[in-house]
């Protein structure tokens, strides 16, 4: 029979879970449990009345580092994959450095 450890996976998890169902008992015993009001279903902002608690958010600022940081890395990653033994490594290289800067270029076009 193969030796039991606790770093096997599924051993690993199982306990995980466990110490972590406990913890969650022990502490759920310690939470306050305060009596319901009419304010604790109203968004706390610092004691101000907000009257549009529904805030939609505006991704059009996050799209374009998101996109810079995916092409630079997948542009770095395929660099340093390249193999170092190949005669065109160099070339491989440059494709990819052009590549990425077509594809930056595109967040600068206004």
């Not at 170092?84 to 070339?91: I, K, M, R």
């Amino acid at each position: 029979m193969e030796h039991l450890s606790a770093l096997m996976p599924p051993i690993a998890l199982t306990l995980m879970l466990l110490v972590a169902g406990g913890l969650s008992w022990v502490l759920s015993r310690l939470a306050y449990k305060g009596k319901s009001g009419a304010g604790m279903v109203k968004p706390y902002a610092c004691g101000e009345d907000v009257p549009d608690h529904m805030i939609q958010p505006d991704y059009g600022q996050f799209f374009p580092f998101a996109f810079f940081f995916t092409i630079l890395h997948v542009a770095a990653l395929m660099i340093t994959t390249v193999p170092a033994e190949a005669v065109s490594t160099f070339v491989i290289a440059c494709v990819y450095i052009a590549g990425a800067v077509v594809g930056l270029s595109v967040l600068y076009k206004r």
